[in-house]
T-cell receptor
Framework: SQTIHQWPATLVQPVGSPLSLECTVEGTSNPNLYWYRQAAGRGLQLLFYSVGIGQISSEVPQNLSASRPQDRQFILSSKKLLLSDSGFYLC????????????FGDGTRLSIL | KQEVTQIPAALSVPEGENLVLNCSFTDSAIYNLQWFRQDPGKGLTSLLLIQSSQREQTSGRLNASLDKSSGRSTLYIAASQPGDSATYLCAVRVLYGQNFVFGPGTRLSVLP
C-alpha cells in the first residue's frame, strides 16, 4: 500500500533562517506531488505541484521554493523565513489521471519567532 | 477562477443526530470532488471521492452527493458519534491544470 511521510512534524525557526521540509511517498511511482499551506483559521492554499522529476509549478508568488530531486521526493525550501511563513504545511500525492484522489501526509507545524 | 465555499462554518449537534454539510463551487468544469476529514493538528484523511459523472458515493454512515450543474455537494452523516468531531473539507479537481481547490471547512462537534 502507499504511504506518505513528512518531516519534521514540528519546527520552530527564527526569522531570516533557512527552511527545508521533506516529503516522500512509498508504494507508487511517478505520482503528482503537492505542497499546501494551511494558515490558522483559513483554508488550504496550494503552493507548488509537480508532475515529474525537476518539474515544479508555483501557484503563489512568495519566498518559498520547491524541488523534486527524485521521483517520490518533494522538498519545500526557503533561504530566509518571514513571520508570515508560519503555518501548517501539508504534502500530498495523487496518481496520474484526472479522476484520482489526493492523499495527504501528517503535516509540519512551522512557527517563526 | 474556481471558488469553493462550505456552509455552515461550524456545527454542534447532540450524539445520534443525522446531519448534512454543504459544499458549493462556482465552476462546474471539474473532474471530481473529494471530501476530507481533518482532526486538530493532523493531516487530511480522505472520506469519499465522487467523479464528475457520478451522483453519489457511500461509505458506512457517510453519503456524499454531487450536483455538478448547480455546483453543489452534500455530505450526509447518519447517526453522528462524538468520534465524528473534526473539520470536514471538500475539494474539487479543476479541469485545467493539476489543481485541487479547497473549501474553508466545516468544524463539527458531536456532543455526547
Amino acid at each position: 500500500s502507499q504511504t506518505i511521510h513528512q518531516w519534521p512534524a514540528t519546527l520552530v525557526q527564527p526569522v531570516g533562517s533557512p527552511l527545508s521540509l521533506e516529503c516522500t511517498v512509498e508504494g507508487t511511482s511517478n505520482p503528482n506531488l503537492y505542497w499546501y499551506r494551511q494558515a490558522a483559521g483559513r483554508g488550504l492554499q496550494l503552493l507548488f505541484y509537480s508532475v515529474g522529476i525537476g518539474q515544479i509549478s508555483s501557484e503563489v508568488p512568495q519566498n518559498l521554493s520547491a524541488s523534486r530531486p527524485q521521483d517520490r521526493q518533494f522538498i519545500l525550501s526557503s533561504k530566509k523565513l518571514l513571520l508570515s511563513d508560519s503555518g501548517f504545511y501539508l504534502c500530498a500525492w495523487s496518481d496520474k489521471g484526472n479522476g484520482q484522489p489526493q492523499h495527504f501526509g501528517d503535516g509540519t507545524r512551522l512557527s517563526i519567532l | 477562477k474556481q471558488e469553493v465555499t462550505q456552509i455552515p462554518a461550524a456545527l454542534s449537534v447532540p450524539e445520534g443526530e443525522n446531519l448534512v454539510l454543504n459544499c458549493s463551487f462556482t465552476d462546474s468544469a471539474i473532474y471530481n470532488l473529494q471530501w476530507f476529514r481533518q482532526d486538530p493538528g493532523k493531516g487530511l484523511t480522505s472520506l469519499l471521492l465522487i467523479q464528475s459523472s457520478q451522483r453519489e458515493q457511500t461509505s458506512g454512515r457517510l453519503n456524499a452527493s454531487l450536483d455538478k450543474s448547480s455546483g453543489r455537494s452534500t455530505l450526509y452523516i447518519a447517526a453522528s458519534q462524538p468520534g465524528d468531531s473534526a473539520t470536514y473539507l471538500c475539494a474539487v479537481r479543476v479541469l485545467y491544470g493539476q489543481n485541487f481547490v479547497f473549501g474553508p471547512g466545516t468544524r463539527l462537534s458531536v456532543l455526547p
